[in-house]
């Protein structure tokens, strides 16, 4: 930590000075209730990591803390935790005064100020809370509604939970569009990417919009090679070829699989929620398949589970062809396909373009009838 530059003007008729303002990037902050001697963490993120990664350390002297600290080339997604208390408070680093106000016992509730950086993340991070009130609540409401089976108004408050996040895209674009420069529009594009509630090819156009210098920054780059990645498999691009073992032994490919409509369907023995989704699978499967529906399976079972995946395939009737690694997250074909989450499915038409992505139930069943009729 360097010492702070103190810049003296004297005057030529008096022996006086002034001290400045500080320059750069330069962090202090209060919190009460801490005893003196309290380590105060740094963290920012990693390039090499892309994770949180402690970069200086001061201590808490009679309830405050601060820090000079190197100033930044580019802002980044900071972060200042404290000894013994969990949790953290997230800023953005940029060459200015910055201060926090922390609150031991709700850091998230922790008040910051600073320069555009830190404004706009504040005005982003106020947005978020709301919406996640808003939805909190509602929720709380529809459990009440369950538990004295009022179909009526859960389906009410399903609505009014649906507008919200309706609402809260058309803002998070809002804010993006009045802080094409600023940090937080690369937070509000990883978040948008997340939700999955814009196409990738939307966001894609938003992140081409920003400026060069927010491109290059950690989680810029981090941004670009993500939507490249799911941009591969994006509603409207080709679905890329594979070829994997079935459970006898031998290798299926994906266009050996396909039909007039094929759906690549993601799964696991070992996930309930892809379990309870098998049966309406198969009565799509058996609905539609000789009119034209085709269905591969691709397992993420684990390595010795062979036994487990078979069984799985037996109980729940599943009479489409199947395949698997048997390597769990780290399967070829799901890692081709950016698969983070399962259940997760794939319906391409018959040129083996993806034409929709994760849908369930009767959503499924009537885009499956679209494509076909």
Known sequence: MRNLIILFAFALLAASCQEEDEKGYYLSGSIKGVEDGTDVYISEISEETERPAVIDTTQVQNGKFEIDLEDNEQPNMSFISFQGIGGNIIYISENEKINIEAYKDSLR???????????ALNQYMTHLKEVNRKITAGRAEMQQAYNEQDSSRFETLQATEQEIKDN???????????????????????????????????????YSNLSEDLKETTLGKSLKETLEKQG????????????????????????????KVTIIDFWAAWCKPCRVENPNVVKIYDKYHEEGLNIIGVSLDRPGQ????????????????????LEFWQDPVARLYNIEAIPATFILDENGVIVDRDLRGDELEERVRELLN
């Open 109 to 119: 509730s922790s008040k910051i100020t600073g320069g555009k950086e830190n404004r």
């Open 168 to 206: 809260d895209a058309v803002a998070k674009k809002k804010i993006l569009e009045e802080n094409q420069d600023s940090y937080v529009s690369l937070m509000i594009l990883m978040d948008m990417l997340s939700m999955k509630v814009h196409p990738v090819k939307e966001i894609q156009e938003m």
């Open 232 to 259: 591969t498999v994006a509603i409207g691009s080709k679905a890329p070829e594979f070829t994997a073992p079935t459970p006898d032994g031998t290798e299926l490919s994906l266009s050996d699989a396909m039909g």
């Open 306 to 325: 062979k036994d487990k995946w078979l069984q799985a395939i037996e109980e729940d009737g599943l009479e489409w062809q199947q395949v698997s690694h």
